[in-house]
Nanobody
């Protein structure tokens, strides 16, 4: 059984920072990419950032470019999301996800961690 465990969420004032972590546990797997998504109340889940595991190449949603940085331990499929200059619009549940080898999309998800940004 594979699990993705997120941590690092919390409550922060606008302009503040948080660092999210995602660590897989259980059965090892190979991934094309690891990423972060988020879902705000009443909205659909949206892409935030991903990192290609072959070379570490990052890719970001326009809404977080210049403020968020994805990094990770590619050998262990661990990823981090450094979030700076947080805005109330960043309030959401943040999910770690894996695009595993053999799948055609992000196919495995963590349980999520809440990020709340106050104005």
């Amino acid at each position: 059984q594979v699990q993705l465990v997120e941590s690092g969420g919390g409550f922060v004032q606008a302009g503040g920072s948080l660092r999210l972590s995602c660590a897989p546990s259980g059965r090892p797997f190979s991934a094309h990419a690891m990423g972060w998504f988020r879902q705000a109340p009443g909205k659909e889940r949206e892409f935030v950032a991903r990192m290609r595991m072959s070379n570490g190449e990052p890719y970001y949603a326009d809404s977080v470019k210049g403020r968020f940085t994805i990094s990770g331990d590619r050998a262990r499929n661990r990823v981090f999301l450094q979030m700076n200059s947080l805005e109330p619009e960043d309030t959401a549940v943040y999910y770690c996800a894996a695009h595993r080898v053999g799948a055609d999309r992000f196919d495995f998800w963590g349980q999520g961690t809440q990020v709340t940004v106050s104005s």
